[in-house]
């Protein structure tokens, strides 16, 4: 069965930063592209930034590209998200999601229960 | 960035009505399109891959079609579980991009 488990989250002050965990299990986990998606107290979903299952390459949204980091532990199989520099419009539950093949586009077929990361002073 | 957009924003319906949801891609992304469902305070469900492939587990009430840039969901018989918000996400290009979501509610 297949488990993605966040962990991480917390109160942070705005210029903080946090290191989001996503612990996997129950799949091959080197060989798929992970991803955060995150989302806003009552708003809609919001594709943070995705990495291949090998780690060599990676992807971001402009909101958060040069303050975020993705990256990954495939011996550890867990799957990270460092934010630094925090703002509160990064206040949201962030999720991490698995990509539903090896092969193919970014389509997700597994997602955690998701982080709160909230941002005030 | 690939625009994607949802209508209806919200929808109400009863239990055994017929529901379409539809998604528009500002371009063109092939079938690169997943349906989520979620409900308050849990996490998104992927119903739809591939604009039409069922995800295993599904009811075979839900369906989707499409392909280019318009897309639609489809329930064939509202039921009570089937009460949620649901969201489309395309795959054709980074950043990865979603619609603005659909409430379908209890009429």
């Known amino acids: 069965e297949v488990q993605l488990l966040e962990s991480g989250g917390g109160l942070v002050q705005p210029g903080g930063s946090l290191r989001l965990s996503c612990a996997a299990s129950?799949?091959?986990?080197?060989?798929?592209?992970m991803s955060w998606v995150r989302q806003a107290p009552g708003k809609g979903l919001e594709w943070v930034s995705g990495?291949?299952?090998?780690?060599?390459?990676?992807s971001y949204a402009d909101s958060v590209k040069g303050r975020f980091t993705i990256s990954r532990d495939n011996a550890k199989n867990t799957l990270y998200l460092q934010m630094n520099s925090l703002r509160a419009e990064d206040t949201a539950v962030y999720y991490c999601?698995?990509?539903?093949?090896?092969?193919?586009?970014?389509?997700?077929?597994?997602w955690g229960q998701g982080t709160l990361v909230t941002v005030s002073s | 960035d690939i625009q994607m957009t949802q209508s209806p924003s919200s929808v109400s319906a009863s239990v055994g009505d017929r529901v379409t949801i539809t998604c528009r891609a500002s371009?063109?992304?092939?079938?690169?399109l997943a349906w989520y469902q979620q409900k308050p305070g849990k996490a998104p469900k992927v119903l739809i891959y591939?604009?039409?492939n069922l995800q295993s587990g599904v009811p075979s009430r839900f369906s989707g079609s499409g392909s280019g840039t318009d897309f639609t969901l489809t329930i064939s018989s509202l039921q009570p579980e089937d009460f949620a918000t649901y969201y489309c996400q395309q795959a054709n290009s980074f950043p990865l991009t979603f619609g603005g979501g659909t409430k379908v509610e209890i009429k």
């Open positions: 371009q063109g992304i092939s079938s690169w």
């Open positions: 999601a698995k990509k539903y093949s090896s092969s193919g586009n970014s389509l997700f077929d597994y």
């Open positions: 591939a604009a039409s």
């Open positions: 129950g799949f091959t986990f080197s060989s798929y592209g």
């Open positions: 990495i291949s299952g090998s780690g060599g390459y990676t």
